[in-house]
């Protein structure tokens, strides 16, 4: 599976942004999906992830209630919309997929395919 991730770019603290994520070369479907985030000089941390048919939702705590993740199979893609964002969202966005039908947690805790990420910046 190949991940293709856009949307990044530079919005002011309390913007949105909506990120996506382009799968191809597996069936989309079946991927559990997820996003991660990386500041620089810190750890890659999990984001949000959605189970294959949509129906279920994880989210990291600082993200809670201001971020959404959704996905739309017929175009195999996974959205981040990210509303009121803060100078601490900044980081570099990576899209991931789960190995084919593992749960929701599979994507979460070890992610089988990585995308080359989007740059997201938040000033203040």
């Known amino acids: 599976v190949q991940l293709q991730a856009s949307g990044g770019g530079l919005v002011q603290a309390g913007g949105s942004l909506r990120l996506s994520c382009v799968g191809s070369?597996?069936?989309?479907?079946?991927?559990?999906m997820g996003w991660f985030r990386q500041a620089l000089g810190k750890e890659r941390e999990f984001v949000a992830a959605?189970?294959?048919?949509?129906?279920?939702?994880l989210y990291a705590d600082s993200v809670r209630g201001r971020f959404t993740i959704s996905r739309d199979n017929a175009m195999n893609t996974v959205f981040l919309q990210m509303n009121s964002l803060k100078p601490e969202d900044t980081a570099h966005y990576y899209c991931?997929?789960?190995?084919?039908?593992?749960?929701?947690?599979?994507?979460?805790?070890?992610?089988?395919?990585w995308g080359q990420g989007t740059q997201v910046t938040v000033s203040s």
């Open positions: 991931a997929a789960g190995g084919s039908e593992l749960p929701i947690v599979a994507v979460m805790r070890n992610p089988e395919y």
């Open positions: 959605i189970s294959w048919t949509g129906g279920s939702t």
């Open positions: 070369g597996g069936t989309f479907d079946s991927h559990a």
